[in-house]
Every structure is written in C-alpha cells, then in structure tokens.
C-alpha cells in the first residue's frame, strides 16, 4: 500500500495534474476569501468555505477522473494486479494519495484564519471546526468520483459522469427548499445532498451528524471502489 501510496503521490506532479489541482483550489480560495473578508474586513471564513464547497466541483474530477481508469487504459492495471498486494491495498494507496494531495492546499487554507484575525477577533474553534468539515466533505466527494474512475476505462466519461454528479448533489440541496418540508423527495434530496450537510458549519455550528454523514460516505464509497477493482481484477 506505501508503495502504490508513494507512486501515486509522485505521479500527480510528474504530469501536472496535482499542481493544476492546488492552483485552482488556491485561485478559489484566494479570490473568496477577497471577495468576504479583504473587501469587507470580514474575520469569518465560514462564508469563504461555503463557496469553496462549490469550487471543488471543478477540481475534484482534475485529479479522480483517470485515478484507476489511467491505469487500466494504459495497461499499467495489469502490473497492479499480477503484484502481491490486495485490492483493498491498492484502492486505499491510490485514495491516500489523492487525499495527500487535497491536504496540501487544505493546509495552506488553516493559515487564513490567522491571516484574518488581524481585522478583528476571530472565532478560531468555529473557524477550524468548519475547515475540518471541509476537509471531510472533500474526502467524501473525492471517494465518490474514484469509485466513478473504476466503472469505466474511458477517462473522459469518468470526468463527465464525475462533473455531473457532483452537480447534482450541488443542486439537490437547492431543489430541497423548493418541495414541501416533510415531503419524501424533500427527505430523500436532504440526505443525499453533501452540500446542504455543510450549511451549519457556515453558521458557526459543530453538526456532527454531517461529520459522520460525510466519513460514512467516505467508507461507503472506498469500499464500492474496492469491490469494483475486484471484480474486474479477476473477470
């Protein structure tokens, strides 16, 4: 798993793909946290994560689209699977360098609220509470679009499909405040939105029923990855 870990990781910045992903999340980040907090001497950056929520429609499929589909378009699958390792180990060395990836630009996000505490007393367990959410919302959506990578060797489609569904579990969010509370649409839409799961975090409140909402899906989804490889590992 190290192995597949550190492959991975050193393969996002042999291509590119990894510093495209970082410069466009810092570009969004950049320009929210401008637009909220320098323009208007804001300290909270709960407002700035709500947006970023929907810049990672954009970059997430950069890095997932040709995570395990790459591999099988170019053959190097077949190395993958005639080595020693489980499928679970590969999945889990693939989805941790994707994750590795995601953090560096995370990382440098935890800086702003320091940043931002110069224009008045900033909330810092609200505005960390908010980032870790972040952070686990991402890590949800980035196993969402991996297990998309393993359904098809075509990378283009996985990219596709990956834009659209994100975008429909963006939009489901909004869709929900249209339809009668208590409807069962109403109720199934809330659920399946991970966007609308952060929406307390932007208010300063801790919901930990959207963390473990979004490391649940996590597992869910690492784990439907798995199984995928497998089946098309020994078909």
């Known amino acids: 798993m190290i192995a597949i870990f550190k492959r991975e990781f050193k393969s996002y910045f042999h291509n590119l793909t990894g510093f495209v992903f970082i410069a466009v999340y810092l570009l969004a980040l950049g320009f929210f946290v ?54 679970s180990e590969i999945v889990l060395g693939k989805y941790s360098a994707l994750i590795a990836v ?15 505490n110069f224009f008045g007393d900033i909330n810092f367990v609200s505005s960390y509470g908010a980032l870790t959410a972040f952070f686990l919302f991402g890590m949800a959506i980035i196993s969402i679009c991996t297990f998309i990578s393993s359904l098809s060797d075509n990378i283009v489609v996985c990219g596709i499909v990956s834009y659209i569904t994100l975008i429909f579990l963006y939009f489901a969010n909004a869709v929900t405040a249209l339809l009668p509370e208590g409807s069962v649409w109403a109720e199934i839409l809330s659920f399946i939105s991970l966007f609308g799961a952060f929406d307390k975090f932007i208010y300063g409140i801790f919901d930990l029923k959207a963390v473990i909402y979004y490391i649940s899906l996590t597992v869910i989804f690492v784990f439907l990855t798995v ?5 098309k590992r020994f078909a």
């Open 34 to 87: 401008s637009s909220y907090n320098l323009k208007y001497a804001n300290s909270s950056i709960t407002y700035a994560l709500s947006d970023m929520s929907l810049a990672m429609i954009v970059v997430t499929p950069i890095i997932t689209m040709r995570v395990i589909s790459g591999d099988r378009r170019s053959g190097a699958s077949k190395l993958l699977y005639s080595l020693p390792i489980s499928s």
């Open 227 to 231: 199984r995928s490889v497998e089946k």
């Open 102 to 116: 995601f953090a560096i630009p995370t990382a440098a996000t935890a800086l702003v609220p320091l940043l931002l």
